[in-house]
């Protein structure tokens, strides 16, 4: 996946090459840029750059502006990451103490009793709620002569 995103990169950049090569009258031309609000005293004018310059800033600031967002967006994933490793903590810690208590609950004779008697019970129902319908013995249908 690597050296495909880094063959793409490399096309991408053949093509970028080759759009400013074919028009280097336009890149390399010098601009300067005007700013005037109709008020004398804001006018501006800056200094004459080529037009690969302008171009260059621009591309510039915009990969800033994506590298912040993508700096926030990781500040935010990251805290979320620890909020739920707290959470997975403390679900641990309740996931041990409910088995100590339920340790206790089986190593304790009469519980224990208890328990087995109960699943004892559930099993003879389950087997009893079965047997009534293997046995039911099946009548032949009257035949009317």
Not at 13 to 37: K, P, S, W
Not at 72 to 91: C, H, M, N, P, Q
Not at 102 to 115: A, R, T
Not at 126 to 145: G, H, S, V
Request: glycine residues 6%.
């Amino acid at each position: 996946m690597k050296t495909i995103k880094i063959i793409f990169l490399l096309i991408i950049l053949g093509l970028l090459g080759t759009l400013v090569y074919q028009n280097q009258e336009y890149f390399l031309a010098a601009t300067a840029l005007h700013i005037d609000f109709k008020i004398s005293s804001l006018n501006y004018t800056a200094k004459a750059l080529p037009n690969i310059a302008y171009w260059g800033i621009c591309f510039g600031l915009g990969l800033l502006l994506i590298g912040l967002r993508g700096l926030f967006t990781a500040f935010r994933l990251g805290r979320e990451v620890k909020e739920r490793d707290a959470r997975i903590e403390t679900l641990k810690g309740e996931v041990n103490t409910l088995k100590t208590r339920l340790d206790v609950f089986i190593h304790d004779p009469y519980i224990k009793n208890k328990l087995d008697t109960d699943a004892a019970d559930a099993a003879a129902n389950a087997d009893a709620e079965k047997a009534p319908e293997a046995a039911a013995p099946e009548t032949p249908a009257k035949e009317e002569a």
